[in-house]
């Protein structure tokens, strides 16, 4: 398919950095009106929007991060009234303290063909039938996604929750030609047809576009290898739009970064410095278009590069390495992300257990498996195992309520995980 917006998407450099500073300076008059937040740091930094002639002179604002957003919630980052905010997207259970997003109507269009762009790039037609395969409570962009493919022409079948069993069924027989999912999830695909002997060749997908997890070039493989397809990823930013920010083209070559609507930067991770193209670093993004929840100079917590070479497909827009690392210790376990300090947050409001605690990650064949150790106090470690069996259940029980994984859980003698790692993931080691 042509690509679906080529006066944006092919725009000479010098004409987008024009549009990205005329957005820069709009959207930085209006925050500084409706934002306290905002209003209080230029006031202290003694800089006003007119003093940014140029997209460098954005390294003179300081950055901002989650715990920015977190201190403000739930409203305080808002720049519009809350009765023009038609959607509320809160943070993931497990992903630290809670931050809420508002979207305006606008907002959500934008998201929308923000999708429809990325779908085109991923040679999506309204000739395909798209299966989405995610879960539309927890992951906000697959309403977006469902949204997207639809304003593409093309016909959308949502099967969140549908077992597996099921989605491989209607999978064959509705035709589906395009399946959006996240990594994991083709990978149980892949695992649960060749349990059941299901031949590929008997379905009649062309195209998989994966969302919601970082892919290893392994992983990629084995569903290109195992499905028979194409392959696309695409990326976002929880407090963002995600994904919608970056997206594969058929070339294969990094993803391309929508900048006709997000001011992209790298900076050293410890140190903020803005960082020459190329060279490895923390992606920090401003928003330029969004309405309700503007974002200026935010830390994603993502490691990558920008490099600007031209691309064969035509997009003059820069590209970014597919993200890798976090500067932050986050967990992607079966497509739930979660920071490990949520697991100390949980023990803690447990009794009888310590705040001693370790975490290993295994992977067995295609399956992700959770082991988490806990310290016990020493009179509970002496009670009946009926005490201590309760006492398990209870703290998977609460695991499970606020990070959404349920990991198998042993209970430790006191002291016995002295000198022991915390966070043990044998995903890598194991292939």
Known sequence: MPILEIDRETMSREELEQLQLERLQAILNRVI????????????????????????????????????????????????????????????????????????????????????????AAEMSPNDLVQVYLDYLLFPGAVVAHYGAEQLGACVTPLYNCPISDQIEIMRNYRTTVLICTPTRAIHIIRYMRERGVDPKSLFLHTVVLVG????????????????????????????????????????NGLHLNEDHFLAEIVHPETGERLPEGERGELVLTTLTKEAFPLIRYRTGDITCLYGEACACGRTFLRMESVASRTDDLLVVEGTEFLPSEIGHVLSRVEHVTANYSLTILREETTDRIELDVEVTPEIFQDRIKTLESLRGNIEEALFERLRIRPMVRLVEPMSLHGRERIIDKRNQNG
């Open 213 to 252: 997890e970082r892919l290893s070039q392994n992983v990629r493989k084995q569903i290109e290898e195992n499905l028979q397809v194409n392959v696309f990823i695409q990326y976002g930013v929880p407090e963002i739009c995600s994904p919608g920010v970056a997206y594969e083209c058929g070339q294969k």
């Open 33 to 120: 009106r409706n934002v306290a937040f905002y209003r209080n740091w230029f006031s202290q930094e003694k800089i006003l929007p007119s003093d940014l002639r140029s997209l460098g002179d954005l390294v003179r604002l300081p950055l901002i991060d989650r715990q920015t957003l977190a201190a403000n919630h739930p409203y305080g980052m808002f720049a519009v009234p809350l009765r023009e905010v038609v959607r509320l997207h809160p943070s993931a259970p497990g992903y630290g303290d809670p931050v809420v997003i508002g979207y305006t109507k606008k907002d959500v269009l934008v998201w929308t063909e923000l999708k429809a762009r990325s779908f085109a």
